[in-house]
């Protein structure tokens, strides 16, 4: 969610939700901290904010003040940029043309882009197609694409400079 509000250059606040509950059943709180800290050391770490929700408080008050006491050093880092190695592309001119066949299939690329990035720890932000076609690809040593059917000509140009310049497309 973070990464969709960086790239949409969203001004007001970037937030995020985690799931305060033991997995689908919202009325049975999940008593591992470990879930909410990750979530809210994410959202400092991006920038933003982190809200969760129980139906049942009382299974998970216990963790707050630990989650508190551990975030709360970190916080003054609220609002800085996020590092940035790799771009995940989001093409809206793809998603208009495959989307007339299959719908998910550039959301699929994009999500998978962004769990192997995560799983690989590294940072990675998204960029849209005005990116490309303006050439603003030099903050991102890494752009992945995807799939990207829709290509003009003036995107290809900046991606062919993009490898020239020493940048990775995958």
Not at 40 to 60: C, H, K, R, S, Y
Not at 112 to 121: D, I, Q, S, T, Y
Request: proline letters at 5%.
């Amino acid at each position: 969610q973070m990464k969709m509000h960086t790239a949409m250059r969203c001004r007001r606040g970037q937030e995020t939700w985690i799931p305060m509950s033991h997995y689908w059943d919202m009325w049975r709180g999940n008593p591992e901290p470990e879930t909410m800290l990750q979530g809210a050391l994410g959202a400092v770490a991006a920038g933003g904010n982190i809200f969760g929700g129980t139906g049942n408080i009382d299974t998970i008050r216990g963790s707050m003040p630990g989650i508190v006491r551990r975030v709360k050093p970190l916080w003054k880092y609220r609002g800085g940029q996020p590092l940035r190695y790799a771009a995940i592309w989001v093409s809206q001119a793809s998603m208009d043309f495959d989307g007339q066949m299959d719908a998910t299939r550039q959301w699929n690329s994009a999500h998978g882009a962004n769990e192997l990035l995560n799983h690989a720890h590294l940072p990675s932000g998204m960029i849209f197609d005005d990116a490309v076609e303006s050439g603003r690809l030099q903050d991102f040593p890494v752009l992945i694409g995807g799939e990207n059917a829709c290509v003009s000509v003036r995107q290809w140009r900046n991606l062919v400079a993009y490898v020239r310049r020493g940048g990775m497309l995958v």
